[in-house]
């Protein structure tokens, strides 16, 4: 296997399954970058810029460990080491928010790390760098991997943009909200999901890695599957903004469907989130907000009430 890995078509092959692109044909010129769009879109370009979508990927800091940091710092940041021409290490030392310091990388068991050959079978390391970047990776010197920019930026989403940027009225370009619900799950799940080892889909609604899949756990909800495809992401998510952590922010989108619903316990002053999308825990220093909205039990965030009284 790592014969045929070595062959340069293969190693081709195997970059391209990770282009993540709407237009499979386009190649690395068709992507413009971000700032390419700051002239026209000055709004759109500084908002996202400041987005966790933007700064999910960056050269480790001399402070930092490792060459890259993987990871905006919302709760994580995880470094990943060049070792040779055949591999890279992701590090066995993760910066956690809420410890505010290091401790051991989830999945991991001590602080050696843990090696992966860039063109192993399950390509890891070249996801990690396709999920966390935009456009199409490239192999520099001695099989570096190059990203084509960093971070989660626009035309993730809107599509390459050469066209578009020198002729804008000819060459429109998509956005997500085009899509139909389902469609946008399957969309964002090109990275927002979980993937087991070998790159199967984990959909155990159970399973504490799951906490994290946000797409598979909305679509499994009473509310997307009773709404008539009106529940997407974007009715919580502003595309170009950072992520809202004001719990209580979120209820007047649960109240565009939910008017002046009733508790038979008194609930007011408290976020409708904070109950009905409670926060699991995904090892010992990260959390998630459960995006299967329903009722749950104190003590038990990851499986609805219903569900465990009908066990
Ligand atoms: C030279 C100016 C210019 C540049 C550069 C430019 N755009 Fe535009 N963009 C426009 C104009 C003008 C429109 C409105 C076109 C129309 O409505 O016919 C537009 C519309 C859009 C839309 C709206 C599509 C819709 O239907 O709602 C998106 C999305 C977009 N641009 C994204 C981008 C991105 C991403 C970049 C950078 C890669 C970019 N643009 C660069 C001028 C520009
Ligand atoms: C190319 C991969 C990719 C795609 C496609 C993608 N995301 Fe993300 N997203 C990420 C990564 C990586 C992060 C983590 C940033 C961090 O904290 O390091 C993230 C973080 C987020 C966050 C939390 C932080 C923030 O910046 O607000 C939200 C919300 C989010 N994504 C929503 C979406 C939605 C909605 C879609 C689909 C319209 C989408 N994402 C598509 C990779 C992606
Ligand atoms: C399938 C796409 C995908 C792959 C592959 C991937 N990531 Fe991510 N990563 C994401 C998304 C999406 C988030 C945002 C998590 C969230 O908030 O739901 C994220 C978040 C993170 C974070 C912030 C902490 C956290 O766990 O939320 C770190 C650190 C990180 N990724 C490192 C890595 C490293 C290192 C690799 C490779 C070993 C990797 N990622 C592979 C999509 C991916
Ligand atoms: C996570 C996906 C995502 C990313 C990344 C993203 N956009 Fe958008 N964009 C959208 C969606 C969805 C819309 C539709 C309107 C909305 O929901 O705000 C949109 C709409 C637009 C529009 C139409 C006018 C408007 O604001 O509604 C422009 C222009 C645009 N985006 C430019 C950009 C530029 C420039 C960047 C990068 C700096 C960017 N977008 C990054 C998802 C994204
Ligand atoms: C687009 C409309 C829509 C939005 C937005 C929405 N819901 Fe729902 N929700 C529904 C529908 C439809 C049902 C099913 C009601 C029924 O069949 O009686 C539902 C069911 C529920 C249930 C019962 C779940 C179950 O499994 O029995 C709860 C709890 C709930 N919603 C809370 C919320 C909260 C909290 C928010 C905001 C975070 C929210 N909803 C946002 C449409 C929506
Ligand atoms: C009904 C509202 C709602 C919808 C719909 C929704 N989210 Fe969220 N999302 C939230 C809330 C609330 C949080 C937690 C915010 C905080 O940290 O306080 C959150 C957090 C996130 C985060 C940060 C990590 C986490 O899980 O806590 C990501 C990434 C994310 N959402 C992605 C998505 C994607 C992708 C979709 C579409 C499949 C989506 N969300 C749909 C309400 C929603
Ligand atoms: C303190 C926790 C708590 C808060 C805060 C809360 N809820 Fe609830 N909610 C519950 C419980 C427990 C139930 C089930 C018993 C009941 O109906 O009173 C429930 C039931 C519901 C149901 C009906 C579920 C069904 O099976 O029919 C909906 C819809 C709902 N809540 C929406 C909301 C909305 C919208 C908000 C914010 C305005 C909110 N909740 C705030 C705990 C909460």
Known sequence: ?????????MRAAA?????????????PADYVG????????????????????????APSSPSQHGDWAFGAGLQAITYVTRIDRES????????????????????????????????DPAARILKCFACHSTGP?????????????????????????AAHVSDPAHNPLRTPAQLTAAAMNRFCAQCHRTDSETGEELTDLRDFRNARDQTLRLAASTCFRRSNGRLNCLTCHSPHRELDQNASSYDVRCQTCHANKVHRQPVAGQACVS???????????LSFANHRIAVYSLGNPILPARAQAAR
Not at 2 to 9: D, L, Y
Request: hydrophobic residues 35%; charged residues 20%.
């Open 1 to 9: 296997m790592s014969i045929m890995m070595g062959c340069p078509k």
């Open 15 to 27: 970059l391209s399954v990770f282009y993540l692109i709407p237009v499979l044909l386009a190649g």
């Open 34 to 57: 971000a700032e390419a769009c700051r002239p026209c879109h000055a709004a759109n370009f500084t908002s996202q810029s400041n987005t966790s979508h933007a700064r999910a990927l």
């Open 88 to 119: 890279y290490r992701e590090d066995g030392l993760t910066w956690y928010r809420s410890l505010n310091g290091h401790a051991i990388t989830l999945g991991q068991h001590d602080e050696k790390g843990v090696i992966f050959r860039t063109f």
């Open 137 to 161: 990776l490239s192999l520099g010197k001695e099989d570096e991997v190059i990203p084509h920019e960093l971070g989660v930026r626009c035309e993730v989403c809107h599509g390459p943009a």
């Open 275 to 285: 109950c009905h999308m409670p926060r699991i825990p995904n090892g010992p220093y």
